[in-house]
């Protein structure tokens, strides 16, 4: 009882309200990030649809989006059930710090696939459960199931993202991965006629590329007026 539909897919299957006010007054126009017009968001996932109220629509490093891109991206990907794609790479319940170490396993593995493809070298490549406190990032897993990219130096922690989904936390250390590849490569192959950043930039894209163009298109948003700047 009292569960709640969710204004991505319309399943009714959340726990609270997705924002503090809600349902949103009438006629108000909704655009996101929503919590700037409905305050607090709840982070619930939907089972169903896997948007994250405050996350997906506020992300940080990247363009927010709307329920109706989102709704429109994950009906092109034939609506699968987030709650069953998520559920089975799930641990155990019954024994969550066994489990959560299989989870980082299962992302350690995953990391190191994509790093073949583009041939990472291992000093570019993230630690796993522990920081070397050098400023290089570390992932954790914690027995919720959520996965945290870190920076830590010296003791202290300059950066902390945290998600639900993989590919949100493959995104991040691929980003950084690719940005420290490009920036050793343009050091090698400076071209002084041109601003450093144009090559850099082209590098990490073709790079990105190799492992998912949407990611190149996502670190393109993300670099937006600076890309004209470097010249591209
Ligand atoms: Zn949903």
């Not at 982070?43 to 109220?53: A, K, L, S, T, W």
């Not at 790479?89 to 969550?96: D, E, I, T």
């Not at 144009?198 to 894209?205: P, R």
Request: aromatic share 10%; charged share 30%; glycine share 8%.
């Amino acid at each position: 009882m009292g569960l709640l539909s969710c204004p991505v897919c319309g399943s009714e299957e959340l726990q609270v309200k997705p924002y503090e006010t809600w349902p949103p007054p009438d006629g108000m126009q909704l655009s996101p990030p929503y919590e700037d017009l409905l305050g607090q968001a709840s982070y619930e996932v939907c089972p169903n649809c896997g948007f994250e109220f405050g996350n997906d629509d506020n992300p940080g490093t990247a363009p927010p989006q709307s329920f109706e891109d989102y709704r429109a991206e994950w009906q092109s990907r034939g609506s699968p059930r987030f709650a069953e794609e998520y559920g089975r790479s799930r641990v155990s319940a019954r024994s969550p710090r066994q489990g959560s170490m299989a989870t980082l396993d299962a992302v350690r593995e995953r990391i190191h696939e994509l790093a073949a493809v583009i041939g990472a070298p291992r000093q570019c490549l993230p630690t796993y459960g522990r920081s070397e406190q050098s400023g290089k990032p570390h992932i954790e897993v914690t027995t919720d199931g959520r996965m945290h990219w870190v920076v830590c130096e010296r003791g202290s922690e300059y950066e902390r993202r945290t998600t639900l989904k993989r590919d949100e936390l493959l995104y991040w250390t691929f980003q950084a991965v690719t940005h420290e590849m490009a920036s050793k490569y343009e050091v090698q192959h400076r071209i002084p006629s041109e601003d450093f950043r144009k090559q850099m930039f082209t590098k990490q894209f073709e790079l990105l590329d190799q492992l998912n163009p949407a990611w190149t298109e996502r670190r393109k948003q993300e670099l937006g007026p600076l890309r004209r700047e470097a010249g591209l």
